[in-house]
């Protein structure tokens, strides 16, 4: 079939490329290596994850969001019922900032925008969204431009919903998909998929204080 993604054997990081920034009794801050699952997979190939590999050192820990196995940076897991159940609420309410890093094919226009497209299943070609402005659900990216070179271009990315796919999607969308996305673009052309969590801010569960957290972006332009 045209078109058709075929699956990667799944080869992941060991525990030792997943790199704690922050801990304490309430929460677990990561940066997590490109090519790890958040959470298990489905069958017994795919159980390698951030979440066991934490368990394995903290005991208890508990999933609050996830990013795409391709997908590297800035992920918090919980370490108790309660305490997930406030960062859930912030996540699924849109109190969290989040921005990211992403090398894009082409050079924008503009020095800045938004992308303010719906988003659907397309249960035909599954794991792959869609832009669907009949029955798609409300899906709104920022973005900024930082530096382009040559085809390629450098951006910041600022989701403020958080659908699946929905960074990769969108800049698929517009014409600039992001380097190396097997879904979206011609990932088998490179080495990754160049996407980073690059910050996250929210408020913390047992101090009701504003936190933030930074992960330096692992590539540039000369990467790719």
Known sequence: MAGEVRPRAYCPPDAGALDVLYQDAALIVASKPAGLLSVPGKG?????????YL???????LDVHRLDM?????IVFARTAEAQGHLSAQFRDRRVSKTYDAL??????SASGRIDLPIGRRWE???????????????????????????????KLIPLTGRTHQLRLH???VGHPIIGDPLYGEGDREKRLYLHASSLKFTHPDSQQS???????????RDA
């Open 44 to 52: 017994p190939d795919k159980q390698a994850c951030a979440l066991q």
């Open 55 to 61: 368990t394995a050192e903290f005991g208890t820990v």
């Open 70 to 74: 391709d997908t590297s940076g800035l």
């Open 104 to 109: 894009v094919a082409g050079c924008p226009e």
């Open 125 to 155: 070609d599954r794991p792959k969204r869609c832009i669907d402005r009949t029955n798609g659900k409300q899906a709104i990216t920022d973005w900024q431009l930082v530096r382009c070179s040559g085809e390629r271009s450098h951006l």
């Open 171 to 173: 800049l698929s969308a």
């Open 211 to 221: 936190v933030e957290f930074t992960s330096s972006s692992p590539f540039s332009l």
